[in-house]
């Protein structure tokens, strides 16, 4: 089974205003971190905001906010004030602890396109 | 944050040569590198994870004999695609963690391409 689903795989926003990117994650771990990163097409990897499990509060960096729904096993990642720079792939990773791996696992992304 | 710096940025090769990616982390001490692979317009997916001193452990699929993984020191890991096809053409990308905080920091990605 998927351990990360993202199901857009690509999204339009206006400039200025605010997107919801989804995600939702599969696990059985208590303990356990979900990533979003930022992909330019240069291909590096770029880290944006994390949550772990346990944390009440949602996560905000910036212009990105993380709304946390455990119950529903979701966390989607919300970029206000979009800009033509946020144009990228994005992805949503999560990172289970009590399996002991450190890895990330990896949604298959969302292309997000910024219009003027 | 840390840096991770990954060499060559663009690589390209004939057919049956083998091609060694470096995977430095610059600030700060390297216990875990792993090493994901990236098909155009699709997910990372995560090839193998080695430990400084230690064998690498692959994921299910990858071949061991094909994808060399060297992790001598706590700053630097090697990966070396060995008798390269044009299937092997891809974009790896290796992340380092840190021994205190186990954050993981992403290297800017190789782009393989065979001929």
């Known amino acids: 089974a998927q351990k990360i689903t993202q199901t857009q795989p690509g999204m339009f926003v206006q400039e200025k205003e605010a997107v919801t990117l989804d995600c939702t994650y599969d696990?059985?771990?208590?303990?356990?971190?979900l990533f979003w990163y930022k992909q330019p097409s240069s291909g590096e990897m770029i880290f944006l905001i994390y949550q772990g499990s346990y944390d009440e509060q949602n996560a905000t960096e910036g212009r990105y906010s993380l709304n946390f729904q455990k119950a529903r096993k979701s966390a989607n990642l919300v970029i206000s004030a979009s800009q033509l720079g946020d144009s990228a792939m994005y992805f949503c990773a999560m990172r289970e602890k009590q399996t002991g791996a450190n890895n990330l696992f990896f949604g298959t992304g969302t292309r997000l396109t910024v219009i003027p | 944050g840390a840096v991770v710096s990954q060499h060559p940025s663009w690589v390209i090769c004939k057919s049956g040569t083998s091609v060694k990616i470096e995977c430095r982390s610059l600030d700060f001490q390297a216990t875990t590198m792993f090493w994901y692979r990236q098909f155009p317009k699709q997910s990372l997916m995560l090839m193998a994870t080695s430990n400084e001193g230690s064998k690498a452990t692959y994921e299910q699929g990858v071949e061991k004999d094909k994808f060399l993984i060297n992790h001598a020191s706590l700053t630097l890991s090697t990966l070396t695609v060995t008798s390269a096809h044009p299937e092997d053409s891809s974009f790896y990308i290796c992340?380092?963690?840190?021994?205190?905080?186990?954050?993981?920091?992403f290297g800017e990605g190789s782009r393989l391409t065979v001929l």
């Open positions: 992340s380092g963690q840190g021994s205190n905080t186990g954050e993981l920091f």
């Open positions: 696990t059985s771990d208590q303990s356990y971190g």
